[in-house]
């Protein structure tokens, strides 16, 4: 990084959480602009020495926290190709919409878009495989383009301050560079509560990130982020283009998607009790990891599978009761 000085980001207040009663007290800053969304404050960082970015180069990486001087840095890792059937991945989902960004990337030219960047969220109740479809497209990505960098950030493990200067300011993509892949997990936003009320409220540096405020993506970029709580974002934050462009849902497998799953991974066919009692209502959202359980469960305890399956649907509909009982009683913060 050469000697020039820049502006950070401080403070970013939306309109929408202001009472239009109060006048509003704006603490010290360098810059400051509004629009109809939202006012922004910068504070001024004079570069006293030249500081030497972090090159990236063409790869599979994770974010990490250097604690040796206080750095992001990104560590390598390899994605193995994973053993489930092809069609219950759904990785074809990313891969159309992936292929229908980078294979047009004329359109934002002419549209005079400088860094083309598109962003998918990518939500599921728990277990439904959001993970194992993200990392079998970004597998096949590489292998098909060399030059293709994957960068993933676990939101829960990185702040997003971190993120935002490792991406804008920190670091710089090595000419090999083609795209990127930038993998959010677990993205959060601003949790609900009982009576509607905004809870926590959605992280600046986050929103910076997606709107593109500052110089975060210097490449054509398909951002990818998973949550298991839609109803926790707020609309703000995943109903809005632009933040994000495409929602999409990974269902539950379907009955003969369950039965797939389970000869597959017991590796043996299953009878006609247990296909006609998967047809059950009370099966209809069991995820793979449910299935892969049950699986296992019987092999070790050497039980009938559908004893494995009832059980597990008995337990999982005692838990859900147990669970909504303690919200009417006030309790789990209505989450």
């Not at 500052?214 to 982020?225: A, G, N």
Request: glycine share 4%; with cysteine; charged share 25%.
């Amino acid at each position: 990084m050469s000697n020039s000085s820049y502006f950070r980001l401080i403070n970013r207040i939306s309109f929408d959480s202001l009472d239009p009663e109060k006048e509003i007290i704006l603490p010290e800053s360098d810059l400051c602009f509004s629009n109809n969304d939202y006012v922004v404050q910068f504070e001024y960082i004079k570069k006293e020495k030249e500081d030497r970015q972090f090159v990236i180069n063409p790869g599979i990486f994770t974010l990490d926290s250097d604690f040796t001087n206080g750095s992001t840095i990104l560590t390598p890792v390899n994605f193995n190709k994973i053993k489930l059937l092809d069609s219950i991945l759904n990785h074809q989902i990313i891969t159309n919409e992936s292929d229908l960004f980078f294979n047009n990337l004329n359109i934002y030219k002419e549209l005079e878009i400088e860094i083309p960047t598109r962003k998918l969220l990518l939500y599921s109740d728990p277990g439904m495989g959001k993970s194992s479809t993200i990392s079998q497209y970004a597998r096949i990505a590489v292998e098909n383009d060399p030059n293709t960098v994957v960068i993933m950030w676990n939101t829960s493990k990185i702040p997003s301050r971190d993120v935002l200067d490792f991406l804008s300011i920190e670091s710089k993509y090595s000419e090999k560079c083609s795209k990127l892949i930038f993998i959010m997990e677990d993205i959060g936003g601003g949790q609900v509560g009982q009576d509607h009320h905004q809870v926590n409220p959605v992280d600046s540096s986050l929103l910076s990130l997606l709107d593109g405020i500052e110089s975060v993506f210097k490449i054509p970029t398909l951002v990818i982020s998973t949550t298991n709580y839609p109803q926790a974002l707020l609309s703000a934050l995943a109903d809005r283009p632009g933040r994000f462009d495409a929602l999409i849902e990974l269902m539950p497998p379907s009955l003969k998607e369950k039965i797939s799953i389970i000869e597959f991974i017991g590796k043996r066919p299953i009878d006609e009790d247990t296909k006609k009692l998967l047809s059950d209502n009370k099966f209809k959202t069991f995820s793979v990891a449910h299935l892969k359980e049950c699986v296992i469960r019987s092999r070790l305890h050497n039980r009938p599978l559908t004893d494995v399956l009832k059980e597990m649907a008995d337990y999982r509909d005692k838990y859900k009761n147990r669970f909504e009982e303690k919200n009417e009683m006030g309790f789990g913060g209505g989450r």
